[in-house]
């Protein structure tokens, strides 16, 4: 895929389309209709013109009530579309919100990342919204946007779910997982995320340890996969057992994004 899919935002961090990835029986998936992104509190106006006309008609947001209550996202003017939420929370430790002042420095970013996406898998919340994520896209027309905080760990399990249901392989699902590292708008997340985690550890977070919170590894991926393979027996397993993904919903999907 040769293409730059991030949209030039301000105020809004890993803006993207997540469509363009070839399939492995020579289809593609639909550009144009996937965004993904990080919260819109500090969505400028030139953000905003910018989103206007992707005519996105459905948003799924991700975020418990906590961080829609904390960070209210902006919106273009005007948009009518539906904004699907969970009422309560999704997550009981984001890592950008609930950072221990006592927390061992060595390791503790990849730790506390690694704890997300062990617990992300079997997280009755998360699990609801991603089967309310999956069957609205199969619903609505139009352009959709799926985000949360900072649009790369709820937000990147949820693109990599559609993804494989669209027959992209494994090794492209973990590069438009991977590529929130590419993002322009990094030190955008920075602001909004780092004096909050610093305040709560009373020291300064060093480089490493700031991109490996406030990106993505591998091995967040590979934890998430590896839980729910556990449960399901494979990810398909737990796409149906779990998400609720059957036959109908799956034909849905692949007949609505894939070129």
Known sequence: MIRDAFLGTQGIHNFRDYGGWST???????????????????????DLAAIAPLGIRT???????SERAANPCRRVQGFDGTVVFYEGETTSSPPHMDIRPDSSFSDFARGRMLA??????????????????????????????????????????????????????????????LRT??????????????????ARLGRRIDEIAARDLLGVREEYLDRY??????????????????????????????????A
Not at 59 to 65: A, M, P, Q, Y
Not at 188 to 198: D, F, M, T, W
Not at 240 to 245: C, L, P, Q
């Open 24 to 46: 492995q029986d020579g289809g593609s998936v639909r550009t144009g209709v996937l965004f993904r992104s990080g919260h819109h509190v500090d969505a400028t106006d030139a």
């Open 59 to 65: 948003v799924i947001d991700l975020r418990g009530e």
């Open 116 to 177: 997300v996406y062990t617990r992300m898998a079997d997280n009755p919340a998360m699990i609801e919204m991603f089967g309310r994520y999956l069957n609205i896209l199969a619903q609505r027309d139009g352009a959709s946007l799926v985000h949360c905080y900072a649009g790369k760990d709820r937000t990147g399990v949820a693109a990599t779910m559609l993804l494989h249901i669209l027959g992209v392989s494994v090794e492209n699902q973990r590069r438009e997982f």
């Open 181 to 198: 590292n590419d993002s322009p708008t990094y030190a955008v997340l920075a602001r909004q995320s780092l004096p909050g985690i610093e």
């Open 225 to 258: 996969l590896e839980i729910a393979t556990a449960r399901h027996g494979s990810l398909d397993g737990y796409l149906e057992k779990a998400i609720g993904v059957d036959d109908a919903l799956r034909d849905a999907l692949i007949a609505r994004f894939l």
